[in-house]
């Protein structure tokens, strides 16, 4: 009786923890969830982050979220992820949250990115996707990550660095060079001043109506 009595004096403090926390991140995650489709994209950018810091999510001075901001996995969003200041998020932001996330100072993220710290263990061949585990994501400051970039657990992109469009980073980007492709792959380093003309070297001399993109000044 007195065994059966420790018993329940530990297990009813342990399920009041396990409920608290979990209940904890669904909330957080209700709230995002019914934030992320209140707004058009690219309308009400203010508004959105404004609300958005409110429901707990670190948002440094001047930043902006211009689209909706999906959130899964198992943590809670308001502890574990951040985004510093003068930060532009232009469109939709998924972030799969089993680690923490930070997003440094003058990033720009385009549409449709996700950012996914979980992971899992190749498993036996009745079931591939084994036991999970779990990769923290650094941005650093002035990085430029383009739309419908992936990036997997356990990355630092470092500063200054771009991912070009549609890549998947699987492993650690140094500062100030270019990355594309599946999975993404050093292109070349950029000037710390930066250039003129956006183009591939290799594009400069190419026909106007060969050019990917056009200057406007």
Do not use: Y
């Not at 950012?115 to 036996?124: A, E, F, K, R, S």
Request: proline share 6%.
């Amino acid at each position: 009786m007195e065994h059966q009595l420790k018993h329940a004096k530990a297990f009813w403090p342990h399920v009041k923890r396990v409920v608290s926390e979990e209940f904890d991140s669904l909330l957080s995650r209700r709230v995002l969830a019914h934030l992320a489709t209140g707004f058009p994209t690219q309308a009400f950018g203010r508004t959105r982050t404004a609300m958005l810091r409110a429901a707990g999510i670190r948002i440094g001075t001047g930043s902006l979220v211009h689209g909706p901001l999906r959130v899964t996995g198992c943590g809670n969003p308001c502890q574990a992820l951040s985004i510093g200041a003068f930060t532009l998020i232009s469109g939709a932001l998924h972030v799969d949250i089993g680690a923490p996330i930070r997003i440094g100072n003058r990033v720009s993220i385009g549409h449709d990115v996700s950012l996914l710290t979980i992971d899992h263990d190749v498993g036996p061949e009745e079931m591939r996707s084994g036991s999970r585990k779990f990769g923290s994501i650094e941005i650093g400051d002035g990085a430029w990550l383009a739309s419908r970039v992936v990036v997997l657990p356990g990355v630092r992109i470092g500063a200054g660095a771009i991912i070009a469009a549609a890549s998947v980073v699987t492993r650690d980007v140094a500062e100030n060079t270019l990355v594309a492709g599946i999975p993404a792959r050093f292109s070349r380093n950029l000037s710390p001043s930066g250039h003129p003309d956006p183009l591939e070297p290799e594009m400069q001399d190419a026909p106007v109506s060969n050019r990917r993109f056009l200057q406007h000044g």
